[in-house]
């Protein structure tokens, strides 16, 4: 028997109530102030939502590309389609899948690779280097002209049903490869595509499975062939574009703030989107060490998932430079951690677990042993735009985010994050290799250590 009259009230109120909301930091939002000092000119506009989708990955890059458009087209609201890349994503995952799925036919199908492959098929997540295979590859086009369906804002039924057909056709190749039987639900079958060649019998499957993507997710625009857009500039002036989905992605860039996709550059009025660099900062790995990921990837034959390993002070430099020269930033956090939801503020004392449960939830690992125990990694990917910089110092207090879970919560959408907050939280941030020194981009062409599938870098925003 245990005496708790001592923490009666605090005992009343944990257990009858989100302990989150009972714990919240008065002081923590008093002091997290929605102001910032240095920002970029144009940070966007609307505020996006997901919805119920783990699509962030993709809001946060169209998030990044429009505010080039925008200047361009001089508009005061845009939004590229989320949906288009989502739909392409979702069909490249899939034919990603079952390659991965014959190259790995001979090894065992419950040892923990084949396993991985299959767990993690088609999910909603991703990496910027994803965002520029499918951007290279089928472009971009303005959300009014490929706006979410149901199922893209609600994408839980399409990947069941993905996944589930993706599996059986695991099994099928896998089969077909090793050139014997396979079973499958405890019963044996004979595969129907022993005779044929693996790469029609897939061809087969694709077809099956864009059928599906199609009918979920709507026809969407040709990469090849024009769209019209109609749009209304800042002037009230109505204007038409004829343009096709690959030009009109080739076409971000302007005076000032620009994205391309091909021509290297070295103003920051017209840098590439093949020229940003991620940079992860993972302290189990040596810093200043480029590392991939095994078999992590969208696009056969497009770039590999690459990241560049840094201390977060090198990194923090680089996203200050980018906001300077007045560009939004993609990054990936573990958004769950330490973040008030209702308020939009991210900072390591906006919860007193301490107070209130006596016990000290932060201070217990460090950011590697998160890593290595399996408490942390990459969940969520949003916009940097602007920061807050100490007048004495020039090091930076906090940060403005921009999120794409609407305007009902946060600051209408926008949340801020402490500078405390992002050494323990961040993991990756995207940024124009131009502003990096000469050390750090001398190891971008280094040979990147693999990691294995599995791996939390691995782990898709």
């Not at 971009?140 to 399409?158: F, G, I, R, T």
């Amino acid at each position: 028997y245990v005496r708790l009259t001592h923490i009666r009230l605090a005992l009343s109120a944990l257990s009858s109530a989100n302990p989150k909301t009972v714990l919240t930091s008065q002081a923590s939002k008093i002091t997290t102030q929605h102001l910032f000092n240095t920002k970029i000119p144009s940070e966007g506009a609307p505020i996006t939502n997901q919805r119920s989708s783990g699509r962030c990955w993709l809001f946060a890059a169209t998030n990044v590309f429009r505010v080039a458009l925008m200047k361009k087209y001089k508009v005061e609201s845009f939004e590229l389609s989320q949906n288009y890349l989502y739909y392409y994503d979702k069909l490249e995952k899939a034919n990603w899948f079952l390659e991965q799925v014959i190259a790995t036919a001979d090894e065992d199908l419950e040892g923990r690779l084949v396993q991985r492959l299959l767990g993690d098929l088609v999910s909603d997540g991703g990496q910027w280097d994803m965002v520029y295979n499918l951007v290279d590859k089928y472009g971009l086009v303005p959300q009014a002209l490929y706006p979410d369906s149901w199922n893209a804002q609600n994408s839980s039924v399409l990947n069941a049903v993905l996944k589930t057909k993706l599996r059986e056709f695991a099994l099928t190749l896998r089969g077909v490869v090793v050139g014997s039987e396979s079973g499958a639900a405890g019963r044996e079958r004979r595969e129907p595509g022993a005779t044929r060649s693996v790469s029609a019998l897939k061809a087969d499957m694709m077809k099956e499975i864009q059928h599906i993507i199609t009918l979920l997710l709507g026809p969407p625009p040709h990469p090849a062939e024009e769209f019209e857009w109609t749009y209304v500039d800042g002037d009230n002036k109505v204007h038409e574009l004829s343009i096709t989905p690959r030009e009109f992605a080739k076409n971000i860039s302007s005076s000032g703030c620009g994205f391309q996709m091909t021509s290297s550059s070295s103003s920051l009025s017209s840098f590439t989107i093949a020229d940003m660099v991620s940079l992860v900062n993972d302290p189990r790995n040596e810093y200043m060490t480029p590392l991939t990921v095994d078999r992590l990837g969208n696009v056969v034959r497009g770039r590999n998932t690459t990241y560049l390993n840094v201390d977060m002070q090198t990194m923090k430099d680089a996203c200050v430079k980018m906001i300077k020269a007045g560009l939004p930033i993609f990054f990936g956090c573990d958004v769950g951690k330490f973040s008030d939801k209702a308020s939009g503020i991210m900072d390591l004392a906006i919860f007193d677990f301490e107070a209130g449960l006596r016990t000290d939830l932060l201070g217990g690992m460090t950011k590697e042993e998160r890593l290595r125990a399996g408490e942390s990694l990459m969940t969520h990917a949003m916009v940097l735009t602007a920061v807050h910089l100490d007048e004495k110092t020039g090091e930076p207090l906090r940060w403005k985010v921009q999120n794409s879970w609407g305007v009902d919560n946060g600051d209408k959408g926008w949340f801020v994050m402490t500078d405390a907050w992002m050494d323990e939280w961040v993991y990756q941030a995207v940024v124009d290799q131009k502003l990096l020194s000469r050390e750090v981009r001398d190891v971008l062409g280094q040979e990147p250590v693999v990691l294995p599938l599995w791996d939390p870098m691995g782990a898709l925003a």
